[in-house]
C-alpha cells in the first residue's frame, strides 16, 4: 500500500511539474523582453522541458542568448546576455547544479578557472540584460510589476581604470567584483 501511494504522489508531483513548465513559446516571448527590441529576433533561448531540465528553445542566429525565467521560481526573472558569456555563464549554472553559489562559486571555481586559462572569458565588454518582476502574463505579453538592470561584464577592470564608484546605489552605475575576471558594471535605474 505504502509503494502504491508513493507511485501516485510521484505520478502526481511529476504532472504538476509538467504543468507549471511554461510552453517553449511563451518562455521564449517572455525571456526576449531582456532585450533591446532590435536583438530580439535573433536571440538563442535557453529554457526548460517538461522534465525541468535547461535545454535550448531556440536556436540564435545573432550575438545574444536568453536564459527563461525557472518555472520553480517564486518571481520572474529572465536574462540575456552576449553569446561570448556563454562558457562563463554555463559554468556558473553547472556550479549551481552541484550546490555551489554565492562568492564560492566565483572565487574557488570561475575566476581561479578564468586566470588558469580552462575557463574562456571574453578579454573586451559584453552586456548581460536582466528583467524581473512578479510575474510574466503570457495574455498581455507583459511582466507584472517587471524592472530591468543592465550588467556590461569588462573582466579586471577597477575602479581606477574605469572612474566607477564600488559602492552600489540604485539609479546609478557602479563597479561590481572589480578587479577579478567577473568584474562589472551594475546599472539598475530607479524604481517607477
Known amino acids: 500500500m505504502k509503494q502504491l501511494i508513493l507511485i501516485a504522489l510521484f505520478m502526481f508531483s511529476t504532472a504538476a511539474m509538467a504543468q507549471t513548465v511554461p510552453s517553449a513559446d511563451e518562455q521564449i516571448a517572455a525571456s526576449v523582453l531582456a532585450l533591446p527590441e532590435e536583438l530580439r529576433a535573433g536571440a538563442g533561448v535557453l529554457g526548460y522541458g517538461e522534465d525541468g531540465k535547461l535545454k535550448e528553445l531556440r536556436k540564435g542566429t545573432g550575438d545574444m542568448i536568453c536564459l527563461a525565467s525557472d518555472p520553480k521560481a517564486a518571481r520572474f526573472s529572465a536574462s540575456c546576455y552576449h553569446k561570448d558569456l556563454e562558457p562563463y555563464m554555463a559554468r556558473g549554472r553547472e556550479l549551481t547544479a552541484q550546490g555551489i553559489t554565492g562568492n564560492d562559486?566565483?572565487?574557488?571555481?570561475?575566476?581561479?578557472?578564468?586566470?588558469?586559462?580552462?575557463?574562456?572569458?571574453?578579454?573586451?565588454?559584453?552586456?548581460?540584460?536582466?528583467?524581473?518582476?512578479?510575474n510574466y502574463d503570457a495574455a498581455s505579453g507583459k511582466v507584472i510589476e517587471g524592472s530591468v538592470r543592465w550588467v556590461i561584464y569588462v573582466p579586471y577592470?577597477?575602479?581606477?581604470?574605469?572612474?566607477?564608484?564600488?559602492?552600489?546605489?540604485?539609479?546609478?552605475?557602479?563597479?561590481?567584483?572589480?578587479?577579478t575576471p567577473g568584474a562589472h558594471i551594475m546599472i539598475t535605474p530607479p524604481l517607477k
Open 157 to 179: 577592470a577597477t575602479a581606477q581604470s574605469t572612474g566607477l564608484s564600488t559602492t552600489p546605489k540604485r539609479g546609478e552605475p557602479w563597479l561590481m567584483d572589480a578587479g
Open 105 to 134: 562559486r566565483n572565487e574557488k571555481y570561475r575566476w581561479k578557472e578564468v586566470a588558469e586559462g580552462k575557463l574562456k572569458m571574453p578579454k573586451e565588454p559584453r552586456m548581460l540584460y536582466v528583467l524581473s518582476g512578479k
